[in-house]
């Protein structure tokens, strides 16, 4: 920071002529020094991700994250049950989703109903879901051709219709 004194003098009302200080800041200097440091923490910050270097050990260990499946339970317009792509009879839906959470583990469950099923019947369907001991149920459903697409929306592949163009 610097304080720039003025280059006349002033006078007392006894006629003394008295220097004083400006008490302004220049900060085009401390403006031009932030970012100069800004840069450099921008060029550094990728290469500290790194770490440092090693010489891992190799291991015959699987990995632990397995790409599984999602998990879709699906009415279809005939009321037949699906879990994935194997049709599952109405007795069998519960015990099939508990010896899938035993084997996989609990994920979320996508609950997809064709739109001419009565709202009662998703509803026996979700409250079935809900017995398997699955923490996290989601209903699927299409997007309409003329809605736009939340900001929050998850990335699941569905066909949709041409983004829309803001001006």
């Given at each position: 920071?610097?304080?720039?004194?003025?280059?006349?003098a002033s006078s007392d009302d006894d006629g003394?002529?008295?220097?004083?200080?400006?008490?302004?800041?220049?900060?085009?200097?401390?403006?031009?020094?932030?970012?100069?440091?800004?840069?450099?923490?921008?060029?550094a910050a990728p290469l500290m991700v790194q770490?440092?270097?090693?010489?891992?050990?190799?291991?015959?260990?699987?990995?632990?994250?397995?790409?599984?499946?999602?998990?879709?339970?699906?009415?279809?317009?005939?009321?037949?049950?699906?879990?994935?792509?194997?049709?599952?009879?109405?007795?069998?839906?519960?015990?099939?989703?508990?010896?899938l959470r035993r084997d996989e583990g609990d994920?979320?469950?996508?609950?997809?109903?064709?739109?001419?099923?009565?709202?009662?019947?998703?509803?026996?369907?979700?409250?079935?879901?809900?017995?398997?001991?699955?923490?996290?149920?989601?209903?699927?459903?299409?997007?309409?051709?003329?809605?736009?697409?939340?900001?929050?929306?998850?990335?699941?592949?569905?066909?949709?219709?041409?983004?829309?163009?803001?001006?």
């Amino acid at each position: 920071m610097a304080i720039a004194f003025q280059n006349g003098a002033s006078s007392d009302d006894d006629g003394d002529e008295v220097y004083r200080p400006m008490a302004e800041i220049n900060v085009t200097p401390m403006v031009d020094v932030m970012l100069v440091l800004l840069i450099i923490f921008m060029v550094a910050a990728p290469l500290m991700v790194q770490g440092v270097p090693l010489d891992l050990p190799r291991t015959s260990a699987t990995k632990l994250a397995k790409v599984r499946k999602p998990m879709v339970v699906s009415l279809a317009p005939d009321g037949a049950l699906y879990i994935r792509d194997e049709r599952v009879e109405r007795n069998n839906l519960v015990n099939r989703l508990m010896a899938l959470r035993r084997d996989e583990g609990d994920s979320v469950v996508y609950v997809r109903a064709d739109r001419k099923i009565p709202y009662g019947d998703v509803m026996e369907l979700l409250g079935r879901v809900g017995e398997t001991g699955y923490q996290r149920v989601s209903l699927l459903s299409q997007p309409s051709p003329g809605a736009a697409p939340s900001p929050g929306a998850a990335a699941a592949p569905a066909p949709s219709p041409a983004p829309a163009t803001t001006r």
